[in-house]
């Protein structure tokens, strides 16, 4: 199966950066688009930032200029690196791959809208 697992929030000053990464794991054949997530108390979750496997990119108007995302395609990973970090970033983020495909035995199966457990980011002022 396929498992999603974000590393690397924490707690920050205004100002400050953060790096999350998130690792899938499993016998992963490929996945097209992966995206990050957050959800703040209260909120709703929104979508802050995608990259394909080719490397396109789209960001949320909230994190433009300050939120980049990468990935590594030979390891599954996809990064999100947050600079200037405000008190309204603060949120749970979560990675989300919408889908991909895997290896069952020899079989090539795909997966759909998978989820990590999120990583909890906290900005103070």
């Known amino acids: 199966q396929v498992q999603l697992v974000e590393s690397g929030g924490g707690f920050v000053q205004a100002g400050g950066s953060l790096r999350l990464s998130c690792d899938a794991s499993g016998k992963i054949a490929s996945i097209d688009v992966m995206n990050w997530h957050r959800q703040a108390p209260g909120k709703p979750r929104e979508l802050v930032a995608a990259?394909?496997?080719?490397?396109?990119?789209n960001y949320a108007d909230s994190v433009k200029g300050r939120f980049t995302i990468s990935r590594d395609n030979a390891k599954n990973t996809v990064y999100l690196q947050m600079n200037s970090l405000k008190p309204d970033d603060t949120a749970v983020y979560f990675c989300n791959a919408p889908r991909g495909t895997y290896y069952s035995g020899s079989q090539l199966r795909a997966f759909y809208d998978f989820w990590g457990q999120g990583t909890q980011v906290t900005v103070s002022s």
């Open positions: 990259i394909t496997s080719g490397g396109r990119t």
